[in-house]
């Protein structure tokens, strides 16, 4: 969606590229309102959509119930009721108890990790435009290239800057270091660990995360209790 540069274009691709038999589960959610981009799409589409993905990140979330319901309803008004919804992105077993009346399915990833992930993500935070760089990126995520330094602890008292701008403070460390560029290393030897990391931070994240999960006592499939419908430059 991003190297494409805009939804309805990206929507129009995958529908001529891919077979008649895949279900078209179309993502509206990456430069517009949800309900902005789930009409667009089901108003491309048609009678050849078979459901709209859901991808919210929390910055942007809200009551997800709501966006939901505000979305079935815009597609009942509209003539579209067998439209599936399917809703992702950091789904756990409180989310499909909330919301498994409204929802015909969930992508679910790092909940059925075990142990605990260190959970990061690669996104795409800028395009190459005519000669050069652009911030660009999907609606919740910071654009531009960034880094993450930090000088004391706990972990709160990390900054985020620009990859070319001066750290506020002068002690203020990398938390990222390059090891290898282009298959050349940088200067990392075996059993050496950089002063920037800390792999402490991550501990308070690991606990809550696995204090809530409680190693999935909870079977999310029988939570659900009905069929589950499947479906550049990076930032930290």
């Known amino acids: 969606m991003l190297m494409v540069g805009d939804n309805v274009t990206a929507w129009k691709a995958f ?53 939901v319901a505000e979305i079935k309803w815009t597609l009942r008004i509209h003539g579209f009721n067998n439209v599936r919804i399917i809703v992702s992105g950091g789904i756990d077993e409180d989310d499909i108890l909330e919301l498994r009346d409204l929802v015909d399915g969930f992508g679910v990833g790092d909940e059925h990790s075990l142990p605990p992930s260190v959970d990061f993500s690669a996104d795409i935070v800028e395009k190459f435009v005519n000669g050069k760089w652009v911030p660009f990126t999907k609606r919740g995520k910071w654009p531009g290239r960034s880094r993450c330094g930090g ?70 499939l029988q939570v659900l209790q009905r069929p589950i419908h499947g479906d550049l430059r990076y930032g930290l």
């Open 15 to 67: 529908d001529e590229a891919m077979p008649q038999d895949v279900p078209r589960i179309i993502l509206a959610d990456t430069f517009e309102d949800e309900r902005t981009e789930v009409l667009k799409a089901v108003q491309l589409l048609k009678d050849r959509i078979y459901g709209v993905r859901l991808d919210t990140p929390s910055s942007r979330r809200g009551s997800m119930r709501k966006i």
């Open 151 to 220: 000088a004391e602890r706990p972990p709160d008292n990390d900054v985020i800057t620009l990859l070319d701008e001066a750290p506020p403070n002068p002690n203020c460390k990398p938390l990222l270091v390059k090891y290898m560029e282009e298959g050349n290393n940088q200067g990392y030897t075996e059993g050496k660990r950089s002063e920037g990391v800390r792999p402490e931070a991550t501990e308070g994240r690991k606990a809550r995360k696995s204090k809530r999960r409680g190693l999935l006592k909870v079977d999310l």
